[in-house]
């Protein structure tokens, strides 16, 4: 284990995690509207995948989007302007929360309707196979995508075809509010979905980034040997809510669960893995801490700062203009 | 010199010229490679351009529709042949939600540039799921194209401007018009998309009809004709977008406009493009506008009924009739 390295890793998370605190914060203040989903409790499979991959591959999402689009290097300031609907936001202001999209790291996208990105990824890995490049697309999504048709479609067309695409099942146990026992067959082994295609699955502990890393690695160096697909399931939790309309623990889980899951934070466990492997310490995460702080406070302010889009840009970039 | 095609050899060299111009151009969809396309429009493509470039897919609209957008945005130019646009319900969500809206969700980064082409609208007693005219579907969408031509000559030359579009383009074509004939004009050329065809001149009256409404409604021009009625007939060709200018030149000297569709009437294209005319003409007209549209009903098997559903030859000389008030 290398020290830059995991101090590395767990500065993303703390990224990821300190921005969607103070995305919170922005949505209570009513800085930030519509449909906000947060990724903390999640951070070490975005973090964890994304190591994994080279700058020119493709990473593609769901609605739950901002930990993979940090994660993958875009600036915290235009995230956030996005979130404000200001001009300056990765997306002028046009996407929001669901559809952030960075083309130059080949951030692709977040999508809104649940397991409709799927195809896409097996088309951005179908132009890859096509044009006999080697990249590979990481594919985000929640289990809740999964049982849906075009998930399906999507998985028989990458394993016939042999397609350079990882899909990254984060399994958080909730679509929404529904538990995973009452919504897919295969519950107890949603990789089996997979399998059952003829991909190559495998489960892993989605709150450890190490462990993550290391099968995404895998799932490359699989890929790259043209022996099609692969499928994670990263058995991780969200902490909060599903959305900002929904309670930290809701009606559908109890507040014990999620203190339960808390005590595997994926942070928690990186900076013990940092500390007891004497690898960095106390003082050394903090310093980490003050620095990102102050990043997203940077970012919020770059945000707030930023001018709204002029009228006349509601009109463009519906089409390409030749 | 011109050549006498079919609509459908019209598709096949268009697509061919194009797939021979630019590597990134391949086909995808069901039975288009060793089954020769469902209709017969990629004859000859699998041997040409081989499987990599003449995809055959399972029968999941949805995915497939899903890749060839996602291999859009990654730069190639992807035809998805839907076997039929019935079957193109399966991947609406696609084509709604992804293909016409990346670019603008995107705020420009991303772009879509493909072709999703097929037959619409009803053959002969193929029933209910069938035999469907959805092209106003696609007409509501913000960042789609649509173009629906009738003749073999439109037929290649606009499938090729559609091919070399950096937007999504939705090409209906029509499964009884694959065997129509006409002149095509000789090798590379191409039809600017959102252009109208004024396709017979005449002072009397307007008509605007397209895809197979069109053959239709020049029928209907060339018997009134004889009774001294000289329609003017307009193909707009490109559904969206529609070259109004056209249609209102023509309606301001004629002073009368019927609109001939297959689809639905109840928000049926024509009632659109009747809203745009009286917008921007009413003081040039001397009638109200006649639609005449295909009924409000699923489509029967029973050909008797299916005639009754589908806007004929009798009904458009009606409807000119009514609006000259020659009745």
Sequence with gaps: MDRADLLSLYRQMFLIRRFEEKSAEMYALAKIAGFLHLYIGEEAVAVGAIAAIRPDDYVISAYRDHGHCLARGSDPGKVMAELFGKATGLCKGKGGSMHLVDAERRFMGGYAIVGGHIPLATGLAFAAKYQQHDQVVLCFFGEGAVPSGHAHEAFNLAALWKLPVIFICENNRYGMGTPVERAIALYSNVAETARSYGIMAERVDGMDVLAVRALTQKAVEQVHSGQGPFFIEAMTYRFMGHSMADPAHGHYRTKEEVEEYRKRDPLLLLRQTIVTNRLGTEADLKAIEREVNDVVDAAVRFAEESPFPEPHELYTDVMVEE | ?327
């Design chain 2, 1 to 327: 010199m011109p050549q006498e095609l079919t609509y459908r050899e019209a598709l096949n060299q268009a697509m061919r010229e194009e797939m021979r111009r630019d590597p990134r151009v391949f086909l995808i969809g069901e039975e288009v490679g060793y089954y020769q396309g469902a209709f017969k429009v990629s004859k000859g493509f699998v041997e040409e351009f081989g499987p990599q470039r003449v995809l055959d897919t399972p029968i999941t609209e949805a995915g497939f529709t899903g890749l060839a957008i996602g291999a859009a945005m990654a730069g190639l130019r992807p035809i998805v042949e839907l076997m039929t646009f019935n079957f193109g319900i399966l991947a609406l969500d696609q084509i709604v939600n992804n293909a016409a809206k990346i670019r603008y969700m995107s705020g420009g980064q991303l772009s879509v540039p493909m072709v999703i082409r097929g037959p619409g609208s009803a053959a002969h007693q193929l029933a209910a799921q069938h035999s469907q005219s959805l092209e106003a579907w696609f007409c509501h969408v913000p960042g789609l194209k649509v173009i629906a031509p009738a003749t073999p000559h439109d037929a290649k030359g606009l499938l090729k401007s559609a091919i070399r579009d950096p937007n999504p383009v939705i090409f209906i074509e029509a499964q009884l018009l694959y065997g129509t004939k006409g002149q095509v004009g000789d090798g590379e050329f191409t039809i600017p998309i959102g252009q109208a065809a004024v396709k017979r001149s005449g002072r009397d009256v307007t008509i605007v009809a397209y895809s197979k409404m069109l053959l239709v409604a020049l029928e209907a021009a060339e018997a009134l004709s004889k009774d001294g009625l000289q329609a003017e007939v307009i193909d707009p060709r490109t559904l969206k977008p529609l070259d109004l200018t056209t249609i209102v030149e023509s309606v301001k000297k004629t002073g009368r406009l019927v609109i001939v569709e297959e689809g639905w009437r109840f928000c049926g294209l024509g009632a659109q493009i009747a809203d745009s005319v009286y917008a921007a003409a009413l003081e040039y007209l001397d009638a109200p506008i006649i639609r005449v549209t295909g009924e409000d009903v699923p489509m029967p098997y029973s050909r008797p009924l299916e005639d009754a559903a589908i806007p004929d030859k009798a009904r458009v000389i009606a409807a000119v009739r009514r609006v000259t008030y020659r009745t």
